[in-house]
């Protein structure tokens, strides 16, 4: 029998993520399901490792040991049902170690998992030049190289362990929002024609899909959340239609506004008229959002289309090393005592490398924080008294990250002045992890479901080519003909979040009024936002060419992606910033020229 509205609840946004969600959520929640995620492309490659080293781990144990055992009695008493990406590269090993604690505890619950994304057996069957990297066009890394690869599956073979009386459901590696989708899947009985459905459950589960980043973490206006100490987890409360009202345990801290949905629903998107998944292909620009309640946001309008042919794979692999450190100078002309060290550090790890055969660094890294080095030319500081400086490189070799590790040690004495810091261990040199992204038809990979010691196979559907060029494009706003205009902060206008994906940072631009957008949209074209980044791009890169906008109307928004912004992205990168989390906060400085009277209005 299919149910009219259920509640899910999102208690993990990643590995390490506080353990206190699952109690306050079963203590406050009064949920259906409680949904976890824990993956990342990097999260794959150490649990890979950790796999290589021994054969019964490779999942996130903490998903057992802190989020399930002390709370299975209570969820079993509540019959609260679980989903979870815990399995990693190992979901049958979650599985057994989840089985093994229900026993002990006396309890009757049914653990089933899904296989099948692991492809790191046939990671040789991909070899051979046809396969390149999706966005770089790289080719495909040396096989004994490879660390993992893994398929992004789908919603419906969780559906489908539901459908089997599972309690819980441990994956390895779908895409994040697919654990909240296979619940809504499985609760309203949604087939794969159900567009719109489709799209409007995995929204809830990308709002999901990141904890308290929807509940007033990471938020614009970090002045209006209160206590972070106890920051609530979100809900959805999704109706059969697909339509939810987001919000958090009642007496839980933080906040759950228009602001902060929107900022989550922006959060790593990419194209907003093309964010593709396994089961659908969904369209957010004219999703709307309306405060109807405290700390209660509704969600509708987000638009599906027909499934894709061609399931998502990342391979990672190990490609170089790296390694740094971080000093702290002060006093008078800290920033240029920090550079004068730094380019001393350099010239004497190349002269040592050299003299030892070795080539030069591949890449280095020296940034100022303190300085403003975020900011490139914009940066507004005219003395520096205090820095913190972090210089880093890549290496064909780990002697070479070694020799530039003594050498930053060596000078230790002969330095400017004001040299300090807090000293733990010496840094070590670590692999370079890269991130290697193809499509592969649907037909070569096989989902499958193993629960009560049977294994079922879950095909998928055949999907048809998605072809960006047929979508229909909104409309921008008109450009405002005042002549009367006053600059003022972004921030002033907009909220703003920012993230990545590999070497692509986005950031998502929101009108905190209508109004405000066009002006907005002006002020931002591709070639001013692209100036703003310029010094994070790669020397040959031309600063507009590299960034893409997209309007979301329904949502007042803005959505840019910067491509090669991030030093390779995650593992890959030795920037302070690697995956782009800070780049919102660089453009919500920016200034906005608006109307006059629009102007007297932020200030009354």
């Not at 004219?286 to 391979?315: F, H, M, N, T, W």
Request: net charge negative; hydrophobic share 40%; glycine share 12%.
């Amino acid at each position: 029998m299919t149910q009219k509205s259920i509640r899910i609840a999102g208690a993990s946004g990643f590995w390490g993520d506080a353990a206190r969600a699952t109690p306050q959520l079963l203590a406050g929640g009064k949920v259906d399901f409680i949904v976890y995620d824990y993956l990342a492309e990097i999260t794959m490659s150490i649990m890979a490792r950790a796999r290589g080293k021994n054969p019964e781990v490779g999942y996130a144990v903490d998903f057992v040991s802190a989020a399930m055992k002390p709370n299975l009695v209570e969820i079993a008493r509540q019959g609260v049902r679980v989903v979870s990406n815990a399995g990693g590269v190992n979901p049958q090993a979650c599985a057994v170690a989840l089985r093994a604690v229900i026993a002990d505890l006396g309890l009757d619950l049914k653990v089933a998992c899904i296989l099948g994304d692991d492809l790191f057996d046939r990671r040789g069957e991909f070899s051979g030049g046809e396969i390149v990297e999706m966005f770089s066009r790289a080719e495909y890394p040396a096989v004994e190289k490879i660390a993992s690869i893994n398929a992004y599956l789908g919603a419906f073979p969780i559906a489908s362990a539901l459908d089997a009386g599972a309690d819980i459901v441990v994956t390895g590696r779908c895409v994040d929002s697919a654990v909240t989708l296979g619940a809504c899947i499985h609760s309203f009985g949604w087939g794969r024609q159900d567009f719109d459905q489709l799209a409007m459950g995995s929204l809830a589960g990308h709002i999901l899909e990141c904890g308290p980043q929807a509940t007033g973490g990471n938020f614009t206006d970090w002045q209006e959340v209160e206590n972070l100490d106890c920051i609530g987890y979100p809900i959805a409360d999704i109706s059969d239609q697909g339509s939810f009202v987001c919000c958090k345990p009642e007496g839980s801290g933080g906040l759950v506004s228009v602001g902060t949905v929107a900022e989550q629903m922006v959060y790593e998107i990419g194209d907003p008229q093309a964010y593709i998944l396994p089961d659908v292909v969904c369209d957010f620009s004219a999703v709307e959002l309306r405060q109807v309640g405290r700390d209660r946001v509704a969600v509708s309008g987000a638009i599906g289309r027909p499934a894709p042919d061609s399931y998502k794979i990342c391979a990672t692999y190990a490609d170089e090393y790296r390694g740094g450190t971080q000093l702290t100078f002060y006093g008078i002309d800290a920033d240029k005592k920090a550079e004068k060290l730094a380019e001393a550090v350099f010239k004497a790890a190349r002269r040592t490398c050299q003299s030892l055969g070795l080539p030069d660094y591949s890449d280095t890294s020296v940034e100022l924080i303190g300085a403003e080095s975020q900011y490139g030319s914009n940066a507004a500081l005219t003395e520096v008294r205090e820095v913190s400086m972090k210089i880093a490189a890549k290496h064909a070799h780990s002697a070479g990250i070694g020799i530039l590790l003594k050498e930053t040690v060596g000078l230790g004495l002969a330095t400017p002045p004001g040299l300090s810091g807090f000293q733990g261990g010496r840094p070590k040199p670590s692999p370079v992890v890269r991130l290697f992204s193809f499509l592969l038809p649907k037909h070569r990979v096989t989902a499958t479901l193993e629960i009560d010691g049977h294994r079922i196979n879950c095909p998928d559907s055949e999907g048809i080519v998605f072809d960006r060029d047929n979508i229909d494009r909104p409309v921008p706003p008109a450009v405002p003909s005042d002549g009367d205009l006053i600059a003022v902060p972004l921030i002033a206008l907009a909220w703003g979040r920012s993230g990545d994906k590999g070497d692509i940072a986005n950031v998502g631009i929101i009108a905190r009024q209508p109004e405000y957008l066009p002006y907005i949209y002006a002020a931002l074209s591709e070639s001013v936002v692209g100036e703003r980044f310029a010094h994070f791009l790669p020397p040959q890169a031309h600063s507009g060419a590299y960034v893409e906008r997209y309007l979301m109307p329904g949502t007042h928004a803005i959505n840019f992606l910067l491509h090669q912004v991030l030093g390779g992205g995650g593992m890959a990168s030795i920037r302070n910033d690697a995956q782009g989390k800070g780049f919102g906060q660089l453009l919500l400085d920016a200034k906005i020229p608006i109307s006059r009277e629009l102007a007297a209005s932020l200030s009354g």
